[in-house]
């Protein structure tokens, strides 16, 4: 009947096309990087590589600066210290890539499946993450909090599910905000095959993968927004200068004054 009002759309169901219209919010000031954790040095092609361009295109749509990093190119010496050569190594590249970590809002690890598992190169630069996790903001907080994370990950064998809760556990670990589906991944037929940009794979037209990493870019826009709007995660009970000098955050110390 005319004028009768409409029930809201069920969950799940079709909206118009208003749903894809700009949103209000402004991303111009956030800064993302991605890491590509390939084995491949530039500039052999990465399948991972053309993952990356998705998300990062959908995020340059909203004015984010990106970065991007291959980390192989780089000398990253082992070690879990934020200078290496401080502990032996002849050279490390960490410490100038940390401050290109630091300058991001937002941050995407992407790598393929070796064995079921992230790459070594992967492994390698949570590693140099870690390396820093003690370092200190000035609100006394660890200094990755109030960034964003995510993650991508490639490969034509299983284990894209294991590797994502690889990264995104280590990345919350360091302190970083992992918002809803923060990770996309695709893995082609079990076994030889071709790989996510090879002729024939139907990775770049796999709307499963493109959905997924179209949700983890706007999510992870959408977590640095809230995070970079409030002036970062709030700084009282996780403080960790507060903690050393005997403040315990309704934890019970009969001994703090």
């Not at 993450?129 to 200094?143: E, F, H, R, T, V």
């Not at 949700?215 to 960790?240: C, E, I, T, V, Y």
Request: charged fraction near 20%; aromatic fraction near 8%; proline fraction near 9%.
């Amino acid at each position: 009947m005319e004028g009768t009002p409409q029930p809201p759309p069920r969950q799940g169901a079709p909206v118009s096309d208003t749903a894809s219209a700009p949103p209000q919010r402004r991303y111009d000031d956030l800064r993302a990087l991605f890491v590509n954790c390939t084995l491949k040095p530039s500039p052999e092609r990465s399948h991972t590589q053309g993952l990356i361009d998705i998300s990062r295109g959908v995020m340059e749509a909203q004015g984010v600066r990106v970065d991007q990093i291959r980390a192989v190119d780089h000398d990253l010496a082992p070690g879990v210290y934020p200078d290496m050569t401080e502990h032996g190594a002849a050279s490390d590249a960490w410490p100038v890539l940390y401050q290109r970590v630091m300058d991001a809002d937002i941050l995407v690890l992407a790598g393929p499946i070796w064995l079921g598992d992230n790459s070594s190169v992967m492994k390698r630069v949570i590693e140099r993450l870690y390396a820093c996790s003690a370092i200190l903001n000035d609100a006394g907080q660890y200094a990755y909090y109030g960034r964003a994370g995510g993650c991508l990950i490639t490969g034509n064998e299983d284990g894209a599910k294991h590797c994502a809760m690889n990264v995104l556990y280590s990345l919350q670990h360091l302190g970083y905000a992992i918002p809803p589906q923060a990770d996309s991944a695709w893995v082609g037929a079990a076994g030889p095959g071709p790989s996510y940009l090879d002729p024939g794979s139907g990775g770049p037209e796999n709307d499963f993968t493109n959905r997924n990493t179209t949700f983890m870019s706007w999510n992870l826009m959408h977590m640095a927004r809230l995070l970079k709007d409030a002036g970062g995660f709030p700084a009282h009970g996780n403080q960790r200068a507060e903690w050393d000098a005997g403040c315990r955050f309704d934890f019970p110390n009969p001994d703090y004054r």
